[in-house]
């Protein structure tokens, strides 16, 4: 059961081709809304700060940079081995003079600031790991799939610590679980953002949290409660595997 992108140790996403291996989850199609969304955000001649926490292979901000060439990245990983292969994926894509990646946790990380900040974090309850399908729970990284006992702990720490990274009026993208919508925005308003209305699209295909979101005063590191609004794209995996892959794409400004 282990996976071809694997054996082959290439996979394609987006518009490329990755190096992978069982260091880094294999990017999967359904991640590729995020990148959708962030380009979505970015005009072409932007020049951004983006930082991609818990990078893998790198397939995301490599993938995002490549599209806007005047931007700039920063990717970390907990896992030294994730972090030489990103530095490879970006070698092979040509794009190594404008992206950084950096073998740290996200607790310990306090460099510089950032204009825009994405992260799809480990959100599987650990007690639900060992029923994910053969070809995932045997062969891809447990690290990057554990999202701890109630599968929010590394969400969490995300929104957290993007709180003070993020540069005012900067923007984050967050890929949770399709069930996780809920709580996570309950995680949000205890970092300090609070919210009102939640609307569906006629499809049921795009949530947005409407009138946005607002600092709330008691975070002393901002001086003022800017307005934010959040989208939140739901996105259907075609595969039938046994992980929730279908996932919500939440994004939010400070």
Same mark, same amino acid.
Do not use: T
């Given at each position: 059961n282990e996976p071809i992108a694997?054996?082959?140790g290439y996979k394609e996403f987006w518009k490329s081709e990755f190096k992978v291996d069982k260091n880094v989850l294999i990017p999967r199609p359904d991640t590729e809304t995020l990148i959708e969304q962030v380009l979505n955000e970015l005009d072409i001649n932007s020049s951004k700060k983006i930082l991609d926490i818990g990078t893998g292979s790198g397939?995301? /901000?490599i993938s995002i940079l490549k599209e806007r060439k005047r931007c700039l990245g920063v990717g970390i990983d907990i896992s030294k081995k994730a972090v030489k292969l990103a530095k490879y994926n970006a070698k092979i894509q040509h794009i190594e003079n404008r992206i950084k990646f950096l073998n740290s946790d996200i607790d310990n990380f306090y460099r510089e600031n950032y204009d825009l900040i994405i992260s799809n974090p480990p959100?599987?309850?650990l007690n639900k790991i060992n029923s994910l399908d053969r070809d995932i729970k045997n062969h891809e990284p447990r690290v990057?799939?554990?999202g701890g006992i109630d599968g929010y702990s590394k969400?969490?720490?995300v /929104?957290?610590?993007s709180s003070k990274l993020i540069k005012k009026k900067g923007k984050i993208f967050l890929e949770v679980g399709?069930?996780?919508t809920r709580k996570t925005l309950d995680i949000l308003k205890l970092s300090g953002f609070f919210g009102s209305k939640i609307i569906k699209d006629l499809n049921n295909k795009k949530i947005y949290v409407r009138p946005g979101w607002e600092l709330m005063p008691?975070?002393?590191?901002f001086k003022k409660c800017p307005k934010m609004d959040i989208s939140i794209s739901k996105k259907i995996c075609k595969r039938i595997i046994n992980i929730p892959s279908s996932s919500f794409l939440i994004k939010f400004f400070k």
């Open positions: 694997y054996i082959s397939c995301i /901000i959100y599987i309850k990057a799939l554990n969400i969490r720490l /929104i957290k610590k399709l069930n996780q008691n975070l002393n590191h």
